[in-house]
């Protein structure tokens, strides 16, 4: 199982990024999907998550109304949009998957499989 993040950079408060994340190895549709990030001397935290059919999402209240998550089963992808970014969304973002019953959000330790990670600055 691979899951490819992608799509992170270096962008000024206020800007936009979109991340992707490419899996296979595994029935993606099978999978409900989230994203997580770790900033600088920080501990990893949950950001988004969307169900196996894309017909639920639950988001951190950090990132609520900024960020959208979605999926695209028939290309195995899922993506992160992240609109009004701030200095402190600053931090590697990673995607994951577990095929457990979808509950929100989940625990880190529910989800089988994780990302490489990419890395998004925000700049003041």
């Known amino acids: 199982v691979q899951l490819q993040a992608s799509g992170g950079g270096l962008v000024q408060a206020g800007g936009s990024l979109r991340l992707s994340c490419a899996a296979s190895?595994?029935?993606?549709?099978?999978?409900?999907m989230g994203w997580f990030r770790q900033g600088p001397g920080k501990e990893r935290e949950f950001v988004a998550a969307i169900s196996r059919n894309g017909g639920a999402q639950y988001y951190a209240d950090s990132v609520k109304g900024r960020f959208t998550i979605a999926r695209d089963n028939t290309k195995n992808t899922v993506y992160l949009q992240m609109n009004g970014l701030k200095p402190e969304d600053t931090a590697v973002y990673y995607c994951?998957?577990?095929?457990?019953?979808?509950?929100?959000?989940?625990?880190?330790?529910?989800?089988?499989?994780w990302g490489q990670g990419t890395q998004v600055t925000v700049s003041s």
């Open positions: 190895g595994l029935l993606f549709s099978s999978y409900n």
């Open positions: 994951a998957a577990h095929g457990r019953l979808w509950s929100g959000a989940g625990t880190q330790h529910e989800y089988d499989y």
